[in-house]
C-alpha cells in the first residue's frame, strides 16, 4: 500500500481529531497546501455525525436538545481526545458507552454539564419504560412507581398512566434565546409505547400536546451503568433548578 | 440491450419505522444500511427480516472504507455477507472514499486524493470486497468540501478508472453530483455523458441545503427541481436498476418522501413511455 497515502490519511484525520478535541496542532507538512477552513467544516461534519450516535444512549435528550449543546461537546471533546474513535463506528461503541465514561476521571465527569440531571432523566424513563414492557407496572401503586428526578422535578404515575413534567430554567444550547420549555411523558396502556409530548411555555397544559414521538429501548447495560454513576453520586449537580415543578 | 423499469425506495431509517411500514404499498424496493442492522437490537433485526419478506433489499454501508490505505476490514466484510444472508439484498454499495486510518474511525466520507496511488489502493480493497461478497457491488460517487491538492483525475475519471478497474458497478447520488459540481464549479451533464456505459445499476437521490458559501448534503430536504432534471437525464443515457432516495432529517416531513418516490415513478414511466414511441417510431434502415 502506498506509504504516502497512508501518511497522508493518518495527517488529515489527526488534525481534524485535533481540530474537535482542542488539542494543539502539530504541523502537518502533507496538508500545507490544503483548505484548512473547508478542512475544519468537514471536522464539525464528523462531530455531527457522532452527537446523532449518543441518541443511542440519550434518546430523549438528544430529541428535544439542540445537539450542539455544551453536553453533547463536552462528551464527544472528550471521546475525541481520550478514546479515539476506532474500529467499529461509534453508533456500536455508543452501545459501550459505559466504558468509555468509566474511564474519565472525577474531574472530567463533574464538569460535564447537566449530566446528572440528563442521566437521571434517561434512566427514569428507561426504568418505567422497561417496567412497563415486564408489566410490573400494571398493578402499581403512585407511591411504588415514584420517581424523583431532581429535589423540584418527578416522575409521577397515575394508574396506567405515567407523566413527567419538568421545566428548564435556561435552555442547554446557549446560542439559542433562553425559553422555558416543558416536557409531558405519558404513557397509555394501550399503545404499549411512551410517548413524549413537547408543549410550549405559555400552552403548558395537559390537553395541548404539540406533538408526540415513540420511544423505544430496553433495560440495557448502559443504563444500568447510569444507575451507578448516580448511586455513587460522584456526579456534581451543578445546575440544582435547572429542573423544577 | 432490455431496458430495466428501475425499482423505486427510499433508505430504512429507525425513526420513521412505523411511517414506511404503513405506506410499503409506495416503494418496490428499500434500502438498508448494514450499520444499521448491526447495531440494531435483536427485535430491529427481526423487523428487518420481516420488512424483506415483503419487498426486495439493496444493502448499503458507510463504514467499509475502500480508500483507506490497508486492508479491508474482513470482519466488515463478514458482517454484510450475514446481512446480505438474513435479508436476500439483492445488491450491496460502498462509497469511493475513506473514513478510518488505524485506530481512528471518522465515520466521515472522506474524500481520497484522486491520484494513480489512491485509485490502485480502492482498486485492490474493491476487488477484495467483490471477491469475498455474492452479490453485485457498486461504488458511490460521495460529496465533499475539499480538493486535495495534488489530485490527477477529475471526479468522474477517478470512480471510472476504479470501477472499470475494480470490476465495480457505479451507484451514481445525483444529490451528491449536483451539490459537488456547485461548490467545485464543473457541468454535471457532462459528467453524465462521461461515466462508463451501462455501469449505473443503482442511483441516490436527496435533498440538501443552500448556504451563503456551500451547498450542504444534509438529506432532509424534498428533492430540487435540478435534482430531478439530473435524474431525467441519467435515465436517458443509463440504465439503472434501483432508485434510493436517502432521508435522514425532517422526518416529520415524511410525506415528502411518498410524494418524491411518486414523482420518480412518473419521471421513469414518462421515459419508458417515450423510449418505445422512439422504438415505434425509429425509421427502419
Known amino acids: 500500500m502506498s506509504k504516502n497515502l497512508k501518511e497522508l490519511q493518518n495527517q488529515l484525520i489527526k488534525y481534524m481529531v485535533a481540530t474537535v478535541s482542542g488539542e494543539d496542532k502539530q504541523e502537518y507538512d502533507k496538508l500545507i497546501n490544503y483548505n484548512k477552513k473547508r478542512l475544519n467544516l468537514m471536522a464539525s461534519m464528523m462531530v455531527g455525525n457522532h452527537v446523532w450516535s449518543l441518541e443511542k444512549i440519550l434518546p430523549t435528550t438528544i430529541k428535544y436538545i439542540h445537539p450542539q449543546n455544551d453536553l453533547f461537546q463536552y462528551i464527544l471533546k472528550h471521546y475525541f481526545a481520550y478514546r479515539k474513535p476506532s474500529g467499529d463506528t461509534f453508533l456500536l461503541e455508543a452501545r459501550n458507552f459505559y466504558e468509555f465514561i468509566m474511564q474519565w476521571n472525577d474531574t472530567i465527569l463533574k464538569q460535564a454539564p447537566y449530566l446528572k440531571d440528563i442521566l437521571s432523566f434517561e434512566l427514569a424513563l428507561a426504568n418505567v419504560k422497561y417496567a412497563y414492557e415486564n408489566h410490573t407496572i400494571r398493578y402499581a401503586t403512585r407511591e411504588t412507581l415514584y420517581y424523583s428526578l431532581t429535589p423540584l422535578s418527578q416522575l409521577v404515575i397515575l394508574n396506567y398512566d405515567i407523566r413527567c413534567f419538568f421545566k428548564k430554567k435556561r435552555v442547554f444550547n446557549l446560542t439559542l434565546k433562553p425559553k422555558k420549555q416543558s416536557l409531558l411523558i405519558t404513557c397509555d396502556q394501550l399503545s404499549h409505547q411512551i410517548r413524549i409530548f413537547e408543549v410550549s411555555d405559555s400552552n403548558f397544559s395537559l390537553l395541548k400536546m404539540a406533538q408526540h414521538h415513540f420511544l423505544s429501548y430496553p433495560m440495557n447495560k448502559n443504563n444500568k451503568f447510569i444507575q451507578y454513576l448516580i448511586e455513587r453520586k460522584i456526579l456534581e449537580n451543578r445546575y440544582e433548578n435547572l429542573f423544577y415543578w | 440491450?432490455?431496458?430495466?423499469?428501475?425499482?423505486?425506495?427510499?433508505?430504512?431509517?429507525?425513526?420513521?419505522?412505523?411511517?414506511?411500514?404503513?405506506?410499503?404499498?409506495?416503494?418496490?424496493?428499500?434500502?438498508?444500511?448494514?450499520?444499521?442492522?448491526?447495531?440494531?437490537?435483536?427485535?430491529?433485526?427481526?423487523?428487518?427480516?420481516?420488512?424483506?419478506?415483503?419487498?426486495?433489499?439493496?444493502?448499503?454501508?458507510?463504514?467499509?472504507?475502500?480508500?483507506?490505505?490497508?486492508?479491508?476490514?474482513?470482519?466488515?466484510?463478514?458482517?454484510?455477507?450475514?446481512?446480505?444472508?438474513?435479508?436476500?439484498?439483492?445488491?450491496?454499495?460502498?462509497?469511493?472514499?475513506?473514513?478510518?486510518?488505524?485506530?481512528?474511525?471518522?465515520?466521515?466520507?472522506?474524500?481520497?486524493?484522486?491520484?494513480?496511488?489512491?485509485?490502485?489502493?480502492?482498486?485492490?480493497?474493491?476487488?477484495?470486497?467483490?471477491?469475498?461478497?455474492?452479490?453485485?457491488?457498486?461504488?458511490?460517487?460521495?460529496?465533499?468540501?475539499?480538493?486535495?491538492?495534488?489530485?490527477?483525475?477529475?471526479?468522474?475519471?477517478?470512480?471510472?478508472?476504479?470501477?472499470?478497474?475494480?470490476?465495480?458497478?457505479?451507484?451514481?447520488?445525483?444529490?451528491?453530483?449536483?451539490?459537488?459540481?456547485?461548490?467545485?464549479?464543473?457541468?454535471?451533464?457532462?459528467?453524465?455523458?462521461?461515466?462508463?456505459?451501462?455501469?449505473?445499476?443503482?442511483?441516490?437521490?436527496?435533498?440538501?441545503?443552500?448556504?451563503?458559501?456551500?451547498?450542504?448534503?444534509?438529506?432532509?430536504?424534498?428533492?430540487?427541481?435540478?435534482?430531478?432534471?439530473?435524474?431525467?437525464?441519467?435515465?436517458?443515457?443509463?440504465?439503472?436498476?434501483?432508485?434510493?432516495?436517502?432521508?435522514?432529517?425532517?422526518?416529520?416531513?415524511?410525506?415528502?418522501?411518498?410524494?418524491?418516490?411518486?414523482?420518480?415513478?412518473?419521471?421513469?414511466r414518462r421515459g419508458h413511455h417515450e423510449q418505445k414511441l422512439e422504438r415505434i417510431t425509429k425509421p427502419i434502415n
Open chain 2, 1 to 268: 440491450m432490455s431496458i430495466n423499469i428501475p425499482s423505486v425506495g427510499c433508505g430504512f431509517r429507525g425513526k420513521v419505522k412505523q411511517a414506511i411500514l404503513n405506506n410499503l404499498e409506495s416503494f418496490d424496493i428499500l434500502e438498508v444500511m448494514v450499520d444499521h442492522y448491526l447495531a440494531g437490537s435483536d427485535n430491529s433485526r427481526e423487523i428487518f427480516q420481516k420488512i424483506s419478506q415483503q419487498l426486495p433489499i439493496v444493502l448499503h454501508s458507510v463504514a467499509l472504507s475502500v480508500g483507506t490505505a490497508a486492508q479491508i476490514d474482513t470482519e466488515y466484510i463478514n458482517i454484510v455477507n450475514r446481512t446480505i444472508k438474513d435479508l436476500n439484498a439483492l445488491v450491496y454499495s460502498e462509497h469511493l472514499s475513506f473514513t478510518k486510518v488505524d485506530g481512528i474511525d471518522t465515520r466521515l466520507l472522506l474524500p481520497l486524493p484522486r491520484t494513480s496511488a489512491a485509485a490502485e489502493v480502492a482498486i485492490k480493497n474493491v476487488k477484495s470486497v467483490k471477491e469475498n461478497i455474492e452479490v453485485p457491488f457498486c461504488l458511490e460517487n460521495i460529496s465533499y468540501y475539499f480538493t486535495h491538492p495534488e489530485s490527477q483525475y477529475s471526479e468522474v475519471e477517478f470512480l471510472n478508472l476504479v470501477c472499470q478497474e475494480s470490476g465495480a458497478d457505479i451507484l451514481l447520488d445525483i444529490e451528491n453530483l449536483r451539490i459537488n459540481s456547485i461548490n467545485h464549479h464543473y457541468d454535471p451533464y457532462k459528467y453524465i455523458d462521461q461515466l462508463l456505459p451501462n455501469r449505473v445499476q443503482y442511483i441516490h437521490v436527496a435533498g440538501g441545503i443552500t448556504t451563503a458559501e456551500l451547498e450542504l448534503d444534509t438529506h432532509d430536504q424534498k428533492l430540487s427541481q435540478t435534482v430531478f432534471d439530473l435524474l431525467k437525464y441519467t435515465l436517458k443515457k443509463q440504465n439503472p436498476k434501483y432508485i434510493i432516495l436517502e432521508r435522514d432529517g425532517r422526518f416529520n416531513d415524511f410525506l415528502e418522501v411518498i410524494d418524491d418516490c411518486h414523482l420518480i415513478h412518473e419521471i421513469i
